[in-house]
Nanobody, 124 residues
Framework: QVDLLESGGDSVQTGESLRLSCSVS????????MGWFRQAPGKEREGVAW???????WYSDSVQGRFTISRDYPKNGLSLQMNSLKPEDTAMYYC??????????????????RGQGTSVTVSS
């Protein structure tokens, strides 16, 4: 069993920054591809960023240049540094991981292990 726990969500103003963290326990090799996803109220869940074991990264167009995904190998942790936040970034953010390959646009529903989410609100 792999458990993921997100943290770091908060309410901020436009232009501010946040850093989300995702702790992973019981990974047993299920961290080949890790990703961040978000779901805004009334919208579909969308992929935000992905990172593989080689630390290759992929970003959605909406966050490219503002968000940075990173991973901590010793702790199997995952982070998302979010800069220049906009109201449209308001959403519940989720992390996910499994042993399959990463690619841009890989859907959260394809992941075997997902967290419960952390809330981010950006006010104008």
């Amino acid at each position: 069993q792999v458990d993921l726990l997100e943290s770091g969500g908060d309410s901020v103003q436009t232009g501010e920054s946040l850093r989300l963290s995702c702790s992973v326990s019981g990974s047993n090799g299920n961290t080949r591809c890790m990703g961040w996803f978000r779901q805004a109220p009334g919208k579909e869940r969308e992929g935000v960023a992905w990172i593989n074991l080689a630390r290759s990264t992929w970003y959605s167009d909406s966050v490219q240049g503002r968000f940075t995904i990173s991973r901590d190998y010793p702790k199997n942790g995952l982070s998302l540094q979010m800069n220049s936040l906009k109201p449209e970034d308001t959403a519940m953010y989720y992390c996910a991981t499994d042993g399959d390959a990463c690619y841009l646009g890989r859907a959260v529903t394809e992941y075997r292990y997902r967290g419960q989410g952390t809330s981010v609100t950006v006010s104008s």
